[in-house]
């Protein structure tokens, strides 16, 4: 069974179009689904951003299911410059934790190259100027631990990202200051945010909508996608 693990619950949403049967699980994440794909079983499970929150979705599959392969999917923002928004980015290594493996076939075109993996929002061109010096092409927060789990459980392992920003773009406010005390996005500390500086919920308000656009962007591919 392939499972593929996420941060948030909303990177699955233009996947789950594509499923059926799709049935709650009872485990000590913050989302965990067992669907029907292609006729095949999957399992989607999401526990928030970052290495521990995604080790503890990993190893929930692990101990609840026959997982014969893992995909780390969702967000990541863009390094090279030559990515745009809405890119799927599949990654051929995970800086410092391994390779990964591409789709065994996919109708649907997409950029390849490494992906740095590290457990804070990278949320300035600046920032992102300076860690293209890496050698990666795109930067998220969950992959490396998720790599390290799948080579100790002897597993394949596929990382398939979507470009939500894009090499030259920052953010409207750095969300590390919006996480909660284990690492998730705190909702209302965001809203707070916006509403003690309004001139930034237009841009908010943007990048929610381009989320929306890359979840289901993803979510055609991984139901295109073949492992």
């Known amino acids: 069974m392939l499972v593929f693990v ?9 996947l789950l179009r594509h499923t059926d049967s799709s049935s709650k699980l009872d485990w000590p994440v913050s989302f965990a689904r067992r669907a029907t794909l292609g006729g095949k079983t999957i399992l989607l499970v999401a526990n928030g951003p ?3 929150l995604a080790a503890g979705a990993v190893d929930a599959a692990l101990e609840h299911g026959e997982v014969d392969g ?3 999917i969702g967000f990541c923002g863009a390094l090279d410059p030559a990515l745009a928004p809405l ?3 599949v990654a051929t290594e995970v800086l410092g934790a391994g ?15 490494k992906l740095l993996s590290i457990d804070r929002v990278v949320s300035t061109a600046s920032e992102k ?20 789990r799948t080579q100790d459980a002897n597993i394949p392992f596929y990382v398939i990202k979507v470009v939500t920003d894009a090499a030259n773009e920052s953010f409207p406010l750095d ?6 005390a284990e690492g998730r996005f705190d909702r209302g500390r965001i809203l707070l945010a916006a509403l003690r500086k309004p001139r930034i919920s237009p841009a908010l308000l943007q990048l929610n909508r381009r989320c929306n656009d890359a979840a289901e962007v993803l979510g055609d591919f991984l139901a295109d996608a073949r492992f």
């Open 6 to 14: 996420a941060a948030e619950a909303r990177e699955f949403s233009g």
């Open 50 to 52: 970052g290495p521990k």
């Open 70 to 72: 893992a995909v780390s």
């Open 87 to 89: 890119d799927i980015f």
């Open 99 to 113: 390779p990964a493996l591409p789709p065994a076939a996919s109708n649907r075109p997409y950029r390849s190259g």
């Open 129 to 148: 100027a300076e860690l293209l010096k890496t050698g990666a092409g795109a930067v998220e927060m969950e992959a490396a631990v998720l790599a390290k």
């Open 175 to 180: 969300f590390n200051h919006v996480r909660d």
